[in-house]
């Protein structure tokens, strides 16, 4: 006999429904919309525009990393091994920075059954949360930059080496900050913000980078590595702004047309609470993967300058090659991913569901309207 408490089991969240049945009227309307905005909103909304922007945001940097070790050489062929330093920390960093931005592609990412306030909360936090880390990282390895020299600079340049990592440890706030921003507003079917603050990033990196180490240069000094570690540091400062404003833009405006509510924008512990379960996954298999491939960069680095440049050509080639395509399609696929799942939790009876292969490939079946 059916009882009172297995009905009420059966019956899904109405606040989750309610949000869910809200989330697909917006989505509608963004479809529908008419003129230049409601044209980016339906390419945004859709993989094949998300991942256009994806691929310009992830191209732009690979090949500012082929150029400037064509800048660098010009300089002095020898140091060109002095630039990987900088891929080397943002690979420390991404250890961190794949814990929290991972995790916000089925958090963040749950249009379904989270408003956009709570949305954005979440991205508050996850961006603050990142880059509380990477401000950490950055005042040890500023303090104490021979460990990094040590393990990932050969020694034959690596007296020159501690000026340029001390420069280059900025990167584990800035790169922080990035992750985050960029998970964040993808998750928020926003890939448009990684893409202005990459191609900002690289217009300010190419024209500074002529004005300062190329053979063009406007200064009276001749540019020295130093030159393009102080160049490089300027760049992603001012990046990280740039991507910053335009999302406060974003978020002034889509906040707007949520209707009022009890929710606020703001940082709170139960928002990183909701963040940290799943980042635990996130952050361990992040340890595993790159503990593993800076074991395999210290031991080419300890064979020699000639076997660490090699090595670092090859990785900018492998990375423009190969790694800017896969990434544009993983950033997509994660994003879209997210919302489906979001889509199948507010229609379960249960708060947390268990997808069957059916349900898995209906979705397939059936796409985003």
């Given amino acids: ?142 303090a104490y930059p021979q460990s990094l020299a040590s393990a990932f600079v050969p020694e034959e340049v690596r007296g020159i080496s501690l000026t340029y990592v001390r420069l280059s440890s900025v990167q584990f706030l800035t790169s922080a900050t990035e992750a985050a921003l960029s998970s964040s507003t993808r998750a928020l079917d926003n890939p448009d913000v990684p893409l202005i603050f990459s191609s900002a990033k690289f217009v300010i990196n190419i024209l500074l980078d002529f004005l300062v180490i190329s053979k063009f240069h406007v200064t009276k000094q001749n540019p020295t590595i130093v030159s393009q570690a102080v160049v490089r540091l300027v760049c992603d400062i001012v990046s990280v702004v740039a991507g910053l404003s335009y999302f406060l833009l974003i978020v002034a405006r889509k906040v707007k047309n949520e209707p009022v509510g009890r929710e606020h924008l703001n940082i709170g512990v139960s928002a990183f609470m909701t963040l940290l379960k799943p980042s635990v996954y996130t952050f361990t298999e992040s340890t595993i993967r790159n503990a593993i491939y800076l074991w395999l960069v210290n031991r080419i680095v300890q064979m020699g300058e000639t076997y660490a440049t090699a090595w670092g050509v090859f990785n900018t080639i492998r990375w423009g090659l190969v790694m800017v395509p896969v990434q544009a399609l993983e950033s997509s696929t994660l994003t879209f991913v997210g919302h489906a799942w979001g889509a199948f939790r507010a229609s379960a009876v249960t708060s947390y569901p268990r997808a069957s292969r059916q349900d898995i490939l209906s979705e397939f079946d059936t796409g985003e309207e």
């Fill in 1 to 142: 006999m059916e009882t009172h408490e297995s009905r009420v089991a059966e019956e899904p969240d109405p606040s989750r429904l309610s949000i869910w049945s809200r989330q697909r009227q917006v989505h509608i309307q963004d479809m529908s919309a008419a003129g230049p905005e409601g044209l980016m909103r339906r390419h945004l909304l859709r993989y094949p525009g998300s991942l256009i922007f994806n691929l310009g945001a992830f191209f732009l940097p690979a090949l500012y990393n082929t150029l400037s070790k064509l800048w660098v050489a010009n300089i002095d062929s020898s140091q060109v091994v002095l630039t990987d330093v900088y891929t080397y920390i943002g690979i420390i960093a991404e250890v961190l920075n794949d814990a929290f931005p991972r995790s916000a592609w089925h958090v963040i990412g749950d249009k379904s059954t989270r408003s956009v306030r709570s949305r954005f909360n979440l991205g508050y936090t996850l961006m603050v949360a990142t880059a509380t880390q990477g401000f950490v990282l950055m005042i040890v390895f500023l």
